[in-house]
């Protein structure tokens, strides 16, 4: 049994995961929370749980999803690389990375359920990927490439900017919640409407992903 079906009842009792392509990125399938079992009106105390215990591993988010297909457009980004996904979530990210051709993918999350997301989308989508709970406890100084989709959600993480560069010299960067995000070591590539899968309908304006890069300051 697949142990995500567990996982997913601490946000709802009777929430299931599916196996859910994704519309914007055909090549790569998740094990992601079934938008059927979400479909219904919840009591305050259903309510109350989903907020307390919102599995952010059991969605594709925005951002995800549009890097993980420009990773798919352009594996000259990470092929023969070692790549490091920091907030990693389902794992979509690292495993566009190996699947490009990456010589190793990290994939980094603070939550031990979104690191068994990970181990398990991997072996869905044929690729392996390494784990990791602790960006602060990796101690590899090779690593080719900082990638990471989400992550400024607070602004106060907006000083992982200067911290990606302490692991990487090269960071690749997608956001959707930050409007007036400038950094100089950072450059805007492109903008690119997508959603969350499945399909929260969130407000437009988390509805447009931005793909940034860094280069490390010499």
Known sequence: ?????????????DARISIQALPQCPDISLYLVDPVTMNRAFDLDEIRRIWEHTAYWAFCW????????HILDHPELVKDKKILDFGSGSGVVAIAAMKAGAKQAIACDIDPDALISCAENAKLNGVSIELSDDLFTIQDNDIDLLIAADVL???????????FFEYAQEVLLADSRIKDFSHPQYRHIRKQESFTVPDLDELDEFRYVNLYTGIKPQ
């Open 153 to 163: 959600y607070d602004r106060a993480n907006l000083s992982f900017l200067d911290t």
């Open 1 to 13: 049994m697949n142990p995500l079906n567990n996982l997913i009842k601490n946000m709802l009792s």
């Open 62 to 69: 925005a951002s995800g999803q549009v890097l993980a297909q």
